[in-house]
């Protein structure tokens, strides 16, 4: 079993708690105006980082897309036009 401090979307997380000297996960729910219940399916691995979210860590941080990005789960195994391809199949 996964332990959940051991999956790639705590990067992402655990960043914004300890470069804003946020304590827990409720106050890191508040400042991301996100349900605690959204923090909690992302760090146990059974709810995706969305594109919303994505806008509410760059709403909440003032952080730049790159720096999210690079932050991000998937952000170095594969391309952007990889991840976020808008072509007809």
Known sequence: MVKKR???????LDTIKRE???HNDAH?????????????KIR??????TAEFILKV??????S???IRSLLP???????SEVFSYEDT
């Open 28 to 40: 890191l729910a508040r400042l991301l105006k996100a349900p605690p219940s959204a923090i909690s």
């Open 58 to 63: 760059y709403d909440a941080t003032g952080w």
């Open 74 to 80: 998937y952000a170095n195994t594969r391309k952007q």
């Open 44 to 49: 146990y691995g059974t709810s995706a980082i």
């Open 20 to 22: 804003l000297d946020i």
């Open 6 to 12: 051991d999956l790639p979307e705590n990067k992402l």
């Open 65 to 67: 897309i790159e720096k």
